[in-house]
């Protein structure tokens, strides 16, 4: 892929780049793309860097990104950022400057050191994943994950992304009382993915002990994000 010159797409509020082969890496910024409000990337491959500094974009999706290793971006108008199934063959670093942030969807493997966001005071939506087979060290992708929702206390919606090779337990209405929960099931090669989405008004940044008791009740067995 190889983008023209400054100016061109002067007017341009959104970018879809799916299906594209990259050469190594991407840069965009505001003299490229002075408007672009809303950026896609995904089902691509060779993208292995990847640079932002787009002042204007308030929405951004990253997936399927797999040979992703590295990504610098600074949005200062960011409201929404989702990032999924990047980053799975090696990660370099990664450093996201966005005051802005609203929602956070970030399933993947989060490390301090390696994978760096700003304050966000104003981030209320957090995604993050708990695994039973992940990629390297379960006890250090899980670990990570809790650290990145300990980062951020002021939240008020938490979506819990567990994923796990058998479930002994049929779904079933579980009541907790201090919290909202809603879940959703999905398969794919042979693995149960649950989506929770969990309400933490009253929580702060960790869940409740009812929360995790009702995780490891539906799993059957002990599970917990830390």
């Not at 995790?212 to 539906?218: A, D, E, G, P, S």
Request: proline share 4%; hydrophobic share 40%.
């Amino acid at each position: 892929l190889s983008l023209p010159p400054s100016g061109v797409f002067a007017k341009l509020r959104e970018l879809h780049l799916v299906y594209v082969r990259f050469n190594g890496e991407l840069t965009l910024d505001d003299a490229m793309l002075p408007s672009l409000e809303w950026l896609d990337i995904g089902k691509s491959r060779g993208l292995a860097s990847l640079t932002l500094r787009l002042a204007p974009l308030t929405l951004m999706a990253l997936h399927d990104l797999r040979w992703l290793r590295r990504l610098n971006a600074v949005l200062p108008g960011l409201k929404e950022l989702s990032v999924s199934e990047c980053f799975l063959e090696h990660l370099d670093g990664v450093s996201i400057v966005a005051d802005e942030m609203e929602q956070l969807r970030w399933p993947g493997f989060y490390w301090p050191g390696l994978v760096y966001f700003s304050r966000m005071p104003r981030l209320r939506t957090l995604c993050v994943s708990v695994s039973d087979f992940a990629h390297g060290s379960r006890e250090a992708f899980n670990q990570g994950s809790q650290m990145l929702l300990n980062r951020y206390p002021s939240i008020h919606h938490l979506e819990l992304r567990v994923v796990i090779k058998t479930v002994s337990a049929s779904p079933s209405s579980v009541y907790c009382s201090n919290c909202k929960m809603g879940y959703q099931f999905s398969c794919c090669h042979g693995y149960v993915q649950i989506v929770f989405n969990i309400c933490t008004c009253h929580l702060g940044c960790k869940l409740s002990t009812e929360c995790v008791i009702w995780l490891q009740f539906f799993i059957g067995k002990s599970f917990s994000i830390a």
